[in-house]
T-cell receptor
Framework: TQLLEQSPQFLSIQEGENLTVYCNSS?????LQWYRQEPGEGPVLLVT?????EVKKLKRLTFQFGDARKDSSLHITAAQPGDTGLYLC????????FGAGTRLTVKP | KAGVTQTPRYLIKTRGQQVTLSCSPI?????VSWYQQTPGQGLQFLFE???????NKGNFPGRFSGRQFSNSRSEMNVSTLELGDSALYLC?????????????FGAGTRLSVL
């Protein structure tokens, strides 16, 4: 069982659609990070959230940290093919724990 | 500033062999963490080194070992390879501890065990 559960596991949508992916845990984290990984590359950090209830925006991406610091969501508005990739959430304990990821495909 | 460099990018080995993977962190970063990524298990933490000392260790058998040199470069060794060791091995560096600082990942070494 993963410490961080991500859903959905796979998501295939058309360009222009909106989507939300979730990252849930029963553990409390001091911070939570979202990464995007493209084929043949390592994960690249998108954002770090540290305060319960925090909302951060990065262009068309909106990240929210749950009030209890156990869960997070990533919302993408008007998805584009360039958003295609594996989205990973990671929580900081003594080390970083990663979810299994949401594989997003945006079709033109 | 150069990013995290992992070598080699691809490796093919047979069962029973051993393998050594290398990671050069971003200049000035003292922490290096290693992860195994497979389609079924996702990213699994192997271990973290900080100033040449192993600081944290994940739940992997003793066949997986590592070390860090005085220049912060790190190597990971897997002995007596098994088919299930086929994976993408990622290295990440950070200024301080992996749990407290932003990690920057290399492109990984893809290991195939035949």
């Amino acid at each position: 069982t993963q410490l961080l559960e991500q859903s959905p596991q796979f998501l295939s949508i058309q360009e222009g659609e909106n989507l939300t992916v979730y990252c849930n845990s029963s553990s409390v984290f001091s911070s939570l990070q979202w990464y995007r990984q493209e084929p043949g590359e390592g994960p690249v950090l998108l954002v770090t959230v540290v305060t319960g209830g925090e909302v951060k925006k990065l262009k068309r991406l909106t990240f929210q940290f749950g009030d209890a610091r156990k869960d997070s969501s990533l919302h993408i508005t008007a998805a584009q093919p360039g958003d295609t990739g594996l989205y990973l959430c990671a929580g900081a304990l003594n080390d970083m724990r990663f979810g299994a990821g949401t594989r997003l495909t945006v079709k033109p | 500033k150069a990013g995290v460099t992992q070598t080699p990018r691809y490796l093919i080995k047979t069962r029973g062999q051993q393998v050594t993977l290398s990671c050069s962190p971003i200049s000035g970063h003292r922490s290096v963490s290693w992860y195994q990524q497979t389609p079924g298990q996702g990213l699994q933490f192997l271990f973290e080194y900080f100033s040449e000392t192993q600081r944290n260790k994940g739940n992997f058998p003793g066949r997986f070992s590592g070390r860090q040199f005085s220049n912060s470069r790190s190597e990971m060794n897997v002995s007596t390879l098994e088919l299930g060791d086929s994976a993408l091995y990622l290295c990440a560096s950070s200024l301080g501890g992996a749990g407290k600082n932003i990690q920057y990942f290399g492109a990984g070494t893809r290991l195939s065990v035949l």
